[in-house]
């Protein structure tokens, strides 16, 4: 099970901090991710980690504003965004994925969170 918060209300150019809080005991065997989606928008890719936390990787659009982290020992994922664009309004969904590397295709994460909304205004 993944349970996201952190979401909310945000002016342009300010930052907010998601969180993902996992159960189970395998969360340190898998690379985890962040995905958004907008409204009447197909769901993207945002970040993912893999199951160390060493390696990350992020979608273009994020790149050098969001940063993606996980503690192992907690069982939990973060997403630092800072920089925030009305671009980045959407809601966010953690998830699971199914190897211990990176990837930024949906097919290859098992569970997903049922979101957290990000609102972002100018």
């Known amino acids: 099970q993944l349970v996201e918060s952190g979401g909310g209300s945000a002016q342009a150019g300010t930052s907010l901090t998601l969180s993902c809080a996992a159960s189970?005991?395998?969360?340190?065997?898998?690379?985890m991710g962040w995905f958004r989606q907008a409204p009447g928008k197909e769901r993207e890719f945002v970040a993912s980690i893999n199951w160390s936390g060493r390696d990350t990787y992020y979608a273009n659009s994020v790149k050098g504003r969001f940063t993606i982290s996980r503690d192992n020992a907690k069982k939990m994922v973060y997403l630092e965004m800072n920089a925030l664009t009305t671009e980045d309004t959407a809601t966010y969904f953690c998830?699971?994925?199914?190897?211990?590397?990176?990837?930024?295709?949906?097919?290859?994460?098992?569970?997903w969170g049922q979101g957290t909304q990000v609102t972002v205004s100018s």
């Open positions: 189970g005991p395998s969360f340190r065997d898998f690379a």
């Open positions: 998830a699971t994925s199914t190897s211990t590397m990176t990837t930024s295709l949906p097919r290859g994460y098992a569970y």
